[in-house]
């Protein structure tokens, strides 16, 4: 069994019960559920259309979002996130490069990175160099002053960890902004990088071992096995190329309006809806939602 769902964003609220009860007559499925009303509706099916990809162009051409999953096993017990650009809505390093007069040189480097065109790496280290000298200081004021919260990120790890679930930020960014950003949202842990400073000012130079692709499957992988379960029972999602590797790996992985190479290898992709999009997958609906 199969179970179909279809997201809006909820600031379009575009999700008509024609849209829906037509897929499902289209495809033979069941009784449409709405689990939010012109936001989120799914339906089970008991085979995997044929037509999917012409059926989820038609509707993201109106900025809808369809994914398909095997119906039982969705609702999951694990939460890994990635931060910058997903539970947040800048890169952090980006934001730090503005303050030190290199943004755009930076956000260039980052750009390519995420797409995947560059190595992960070699790309952070690089970034990371352009920043020596930076006052230590400027990261509490970049946090107060630019980071802002993704939308349904709150409602995300409320709602999972309300339900037993664990969250953990796994980010490619920096300790210094994850431990922040964890505290905000309620995750259980987070993993990241960690800027060097000296004398309150930044070496340029990031602690290793460097947690990239690789560190965030280990992540993954050591998380679960620590709670005797496996990969199969965590979503995961994120945006950028040193994502794809959990995102893969996870029994639910989500491309969270990410980078073109990297939703295009995706299990699940979601170009419109928000974060509350992973709880309408898994099955909530938006009477279950916990604010944290």
Known sequence: MFTVSLIASPLRANLTRQTAQGLADRWGGGPVRWLNPAIAAEFDLSHRPADFQDAWADLHAQTLDLAIQPTWGRRKKILLADM????????????LAHVAGVGPRVAEITARAMNGE????????ERVSLLAGLKDSVIADVLASRITLAAGGAELVATMRANGGYAALVSGGFTAFTQAIADRLGFDEHRANTLLAQGGLLTGQVGMPILGREAKVEALQSIAAARGLTPADAIAVGDGANDLGMIQLAGTGVALHAKP????????????????????????SASDFVTG
């Open 84 to 95: 910058d650009s997903t539970m947040i809505g800048q890169e952090c390093i980006d934001e």
């Open 118 to 125: 560059l190595d992960f790496n070699g790309a952070l280290t």
């Open 261 to 284: 190479s990297v939703a295009a290898q995706a299990q699940i992709r979601i170009d419109h809806g928000d974060l509350t999009a992973l709880l309408y997958l898994q099955g909530y």
